[in-house]
């Protein structure tokens, strides 16, 4: 077992030339692979300061990428220092209210009535001009 960062610790590791990241709760100094990522150094920096497990894990990487991580191992995270992640819960909706369904549908058929009736009245005038040609 390695030396314990703290997520502070690590945090400060967030540019091209120092790069860590924490991947389940390791931690790895990524700088040198940084220009060999295949996915581009950005996506690395783009998971510096955080815990970047779901990162790497959502990604799918080979079993040779888990195996390079090694070369790349620093110590450990000390797990309190990492902010539990916070359950999202949806903004209330308002209440939905049916009387404003019909509204809705009288506004709609208001704009559409006289459209079709229009539609229908230049197509019986092009069809009656054409029929007296």
């Keep these: 077992m390695g030396k314990v960062f703290n997520l502070a610790e ?5 540019n091209a030339k120092d790069c860590w990241l924490i991947i389940s709760g390791k931690v790895y100094d990524v700088t040198k692979f940084l220009e060999d990522h295949p996915g581009g150094d ?3 920096l783009s998971a ?5 497990t779901d990162d790497f894990e959502d990604v799918g990487h080979s079993s040779s990428a888990r195996a390079m991580l090694d070369e790349y191992y620093v110590g450990e995270i000390d797990s ?3 902010p539990t992640s916070v359950k999202y819960t949806p903004p209330k909706q308002p209440h939905y209210n049916q009387d404003k ?3 809705f549908i009288i506004k709609i058929l208001q704009f559409l009535v006289p459209l079709i009736i229009l539609g229908v009245a230049v197509g019986l005038r092009f069809n009656t001009k054409q029929s007296t040609s």
Excluded: C, M, P, R
């Excluded at 690590?10 to 967030?14: E, G, L, M, Y």
């Excluded at 510096?48 to 970047?52: E, I, L, N, R, V």
């Design 48 to 52: 510096t300061g955080k815990d970047a």
């Design 80 to 82: 309190s220092t990492i």
């Design 42 to 44: 950005d996506v690395l």
């Design 10 to 14: 690590v945090s400060q590791h967030n």
């Design 101 to 103: 369904t019909t509204e």
